[in-house]
């Protein structure tokens, strides 16, 4: 058997005349004997006749990979003339250690890219905690708490053993107690693992029936401008303990699993704000008021929106037996845009309640703000005043540019209040005209925006719902309540779009009731009207 210097310092037991066998590992004694002798089993036995060539034996083979001490070498055959086979050992060591960092680098991002898509699919924090618990329990250790910042004096734990369902629980502890949570919750860089004595974590961190705790990694969740909460995962004794390179992993999957949360969070608090200015924004519920009915219906232009640019509201009489003052209005535009203007028309009509008697000198005061402000938006108005007279509704009516009001009699018929007036917000003066009328019990007053006469649609569709429609319906809603008004036109109305596109719709219904006036039972409180 001959050898050069380099097999020498590898395979030190080799010498002259030494058994093949004897010289080098197994698994390259057995690949010499499989390729010198085809017919012969890898662990068949080999005698000194083993260098001797065997006749009528291929002399061909493949690479083999075996390990010499701590490296691992492929070994290449290379069969002489002579019938021998020389045998090269290439040290193949840091391309093995490179293509197995390559792959688990490829598992790694493949992991990242399915963990960001999961965590982003929910805008929901409780379930983005859940989702980060149960992903890194699954890939990253034995078990992991996801820990959101402080809710009042508890911490929100959600914890998930590897294969189980994430609990949520709320902890009154304090995480400066243990080391590096209470900085993680506050954003700083994480602790090392080695630096945390996995026997001092507390009994609440553990989960239940989880054992003897081996290695801890806390890490922070970071957030956008503030932290989202702190990634804790646990291992159990016996096994392997978190290592560098894990740990810079964890930081990776738990700076996508705390954007997720803190976009979460934030939709949350966005979603609590627009619930708070939309319940500012849409129109009220109406009831009867001082004797006077009223009712109202809306419908926005989308029915993804819940606001648009048509309004209306009741204010009641600051007095008992002065008038109500009722407003509806339709703002240029659709959308948000269209209801912030709506919004700050409906607070400057508020404010102009005690000139409520004078609908010119309201109308005028918030011409003047509009055109004093930065939207180039107008209004169109229809100002109401009602106040309750015996079993009568008397009525003022004026209209800046709107629609005009439809009165429906007793008798069937359906008239057009005589109001008229320039829009609001388009010109130096916006001049009107008011009307007074009364409705006897059972007559009522509808105040509408075009959103219901321009509605197009029917059985061919591009026609107009019309005025004239409009009137032919509510001469059939004669002696009916307010709100059963308000529902026809609203109900004929969408039929008659079906799912075509339209403006906002609003519609408001003033009504006498037929109804008595009761007077005070001990002729000291205020009397009441009934049914």
């Not at 390259?28 to 001797?52: I, K, N």
């Not at 890490?219 to 004794?237: C, E, Q, Y």
């Not at 008798?411 to 009307?435: D, N």
């Not at 009364?438 to 007559?443: F, S, V």
């Amino acid at each position: 058997m001959l050898h050069n210097d380099a097999a020498d310092v590898l395979l030190p037991g080799i010498r002259p005349g030494t058994r093949l066998a004897d010289a080098v590992p197994a698994w390259l004694s057995a690949a010499h004997d499989a390729l010198r002798s085809p017919g012969r089993t890898a662990d068949a036995p080999v005698g000194q006749e083993a260098d001797a060539p065997v006749a009528g034996a291929p002399m061909t083979g493949a690479p083999v990979t075996g390990t010499i001490g701590e490296r691992t070498f492929e070994a290449h055959p290379s069969p002489r003339d002579d019938g021998t086979v020389a045998w090269w050992l290439v040290d193949d060591t840091d391309h093995l250690l490179a293509q197995k960092a390559l792959r688990m680098e490829r598992k790694r991002t493949s992991f990242l890219a399915e963990a960001s898509s999961t965590l982003l699919s929910s805008l929901n924090l409780g379930r983005c905690m859940d989702v980060t618990a149960q992903l890194a329990a699954e890939h990253l250790a034995d078990a992991a708490l996801v820990i959101a910042p402080t809710h009042g004096r508890r911490l929100p734990v959600v914890t998930c053993l590897r294969g189980g369902t994430p609990v949520l629980a709320h902890e009154s502890v304090d995480p400066d107690e243990v080391p590096g949570l209470g900085e993680a919750l506050r954003g700083f860089p994480p602790v090392p693992s080695r630096w945390i004595d996995p026997s001092t974590a507390p009994a609440w961190m553990v989960p239940e029936g989880f054992g003897t705790v081996g290695s801890i990694v806390i890490t922070p969740l970071p957030g956008h401008g503030v932290p989202a909460g702190a990634l804790v995962l646990l291992r159990r004794s016996g096994g392997a303990a978190f290592t560098e390179s894990e740990e810079v992993f964890a930081r990776l999957f738990a700076a996508r699993a705390g954007a997720a949360m803190s976009a979460a969070r934030l939709y949350a608090e966005q979603t609590s704000i627009t619930e708070v200015l939309m319940r500012e924004l849409l129109p009220p519920s109406l009831h009867q008021i001082s004797g006077v009915d009223y009712a109202g219906g809306y419908r926005p232009s989308a029915d993804h929106e819940r606001v648009g640019g048509d309004f209306y509201d009741v204010h009641p009489a600051a007095v008992e037996g002065e008038a109500s003052l009722v407003t509806l209005g339709d703002v240029c535009g659709k959308g948000l845009e269209a209801a912030v203007l709506t919004g700050k028309i409906r607070n400057t009509l508020h404010a102009l309640l005690p000139l409520a008697d004078d609908h010119q000198r309201m109308i005028s005061l918030l011409n003047t703000a509009l055109l004093n402000s930065h939207h180039t938006r107008f209004v169109t108005l229809v100002l109401a005043s009602a106040v309750r007279e015996g079993n009568a509704v008397n009525l003022r009516l004026t209209s800046a540019g709107h629609l005009t009001p439809l009165i429906v009699r007793a008798s069937g018929t359906v008239e057009e209040a005589e109001t008229r007036g320039t829009l609001v917000g388009a010109m130096p003066e916006a001049p009107a005209h008011t009307t007074s009328l009364t409705l006897a019990p059972g007559e009522s007053c509808v105040l509408y925006t075009d959103g219901i006469t321009e509605a197009e649609g029917g059985p061919m569709g591009g026609v107009q719902f019309g005025e004239a429609r409009l009137k032919r319906v509510l001469a059939e809603c004669v002696g009916m309540p307010s709100e059963s008004i308000v529902e026809r036109v609203q109900m004929l109305a969408s039929q008659w779009v079906g799912k075509g596109r339209h403006d906002d719709m609003a519609v408001v219904v003033i009504s006498a009731p037929r109804t008595h006036h009761l007077s005070a039972v001990d002729g000291h409180t205020r009397g009441r009207f009934t049914a």
